[in-house]
């Protein structure tokens, strides 16, 4: 009886449609199973119209995985740069990507306002920024820890959020930014505690304890010489990604005119490409710098 149904059901769309994936179909009339109202049951996940569609990926347990891949303290370059290019093949393989911030096992990802990618479906936009970044992150490991064999396969969660306006944005990234340089200048003390003094993990947590950003500069300077502005900016500041046009020069073979066939030439062709930024994005020097950014607000 079922088997006869369920028989009769293929029969019936095979007949009336042809598939061709991605939903588009062939034919005239749209058959229906009994079984699709199942598709009633999927949750609306639509993203408020004119906002700013926000990913931000973050790491699952890094702090394990920095430990097994012996991760330097408290930044390892390798790491960063290794996360960065990760969000550079986001932004060049998904649609609609303006502006990506980075710091620590963390990206966040904007996406137009006006973007209309997967019909601005969150769980689509989290998924692929999650999945294209993850297997990036096994792709290119090699390429940035040459004598480091990655032991097992890190995962990475995301959420999704919604801005309503350009200053609900600029204040979002602000927020990761600051997060950068509270985190940042905290592990650069510690650090030192542990790895210059020979204090216990614990030891350098107690010395910390209701220290203010004065204070921790203050040790930092008197007891390691380390003045905290000259440390490099991609750990200060974190990356910033942005669209900029570089020019791109290759060499090619020539067809015409006969005399000349063969001639290599020298072709420059301008493509944008995400660069790596490691400045302030908090003031307004930055989004008066890059106005492209936003522009498409008015
Ligand atoms: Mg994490």
Not at 91 to 117: C, P, T
Not at 154 to 171: A, C, E, H, I, W
Not at 197 to 217: F, I, Y
Request: aromatic fraction near 12%.
């Amino acid at each position: 009886m079922w088997a006869a149904r369920t028989a009769k059901v293929h029969r019936c769309l095979a007949a009336a449609s042809v598939n061709l994936g991605r939903g588009s179909r062939l034919g005239v009339t749209m058959a229906k199973s009994k079984f699709e109202y199942v598709r009633d049951f999927e949750a609306d996940d639509t993203c408020l119209p004119h906002c700013w569609v926000v990913v931000r990926l973050d790491g699952r347990n890094f702090h394990r995985f920095a430990e097994k891949h012996n991760f330097a303290k408290p930044n390892d370059s390798r790491a960063l740069h290794l996360m960065t290019k990760c969000a550079q093949t986001v932004m060049g393989e998904l649609e609609d990507i303006v502006i990506a911030y980075g710091q620590s096992d963390e990206y966040s990802f904007v996406f137009k306002r006006k973007s209309n990618w997967f019909k601005r479906r969150a769980s689509k936009f989290m998924t692929l920024v999650a999945s294209q970044f993850a297997s990036s992150y096994v792709f290119y490991w090699r390429d940035f820890f040459e004598d480091q064999p990655l032991l097992y396969p890190p995962g990475f969660d995301g959420r999704v959020v919604v801005y309503p306006s350009n200053q609900t944005l600029k204040d979002y990234l602000s927020w990761r930014q600051a997060d950068c340089h509270i985190n940042n200048l905290y592990n650069t003390v510690f650090w030192a505690l542990i790895q210059q003094s020979g204090l216990t993990p614990v030891q350098a947590q107690e010395r910390l304890q209701g220290t203010l950003a004065a204070d921790k500069n203050e040790i930092l300077f008197s007891q390691f010489n380390i003045n905290y502005n000259n440390e490099p900016l991609m750990y200060r500041k974190g990356t910033v990604l942005i669209w900029q046009k570089v020019d791109e020069v290759s060499t090619k073979e020539v067809k015409l005119p006969a005399e000349i066939e063969g001639t290599k030439m020298r072709v420059t062709r301008t493509r944008a490409k995400p660069l790596p930024l490691h400045c302030d994005i908090i003031g307004d020097a930055f989004w008066k710098e890059h106005p492209g950014i936003l522009e498409e607000d008015s």
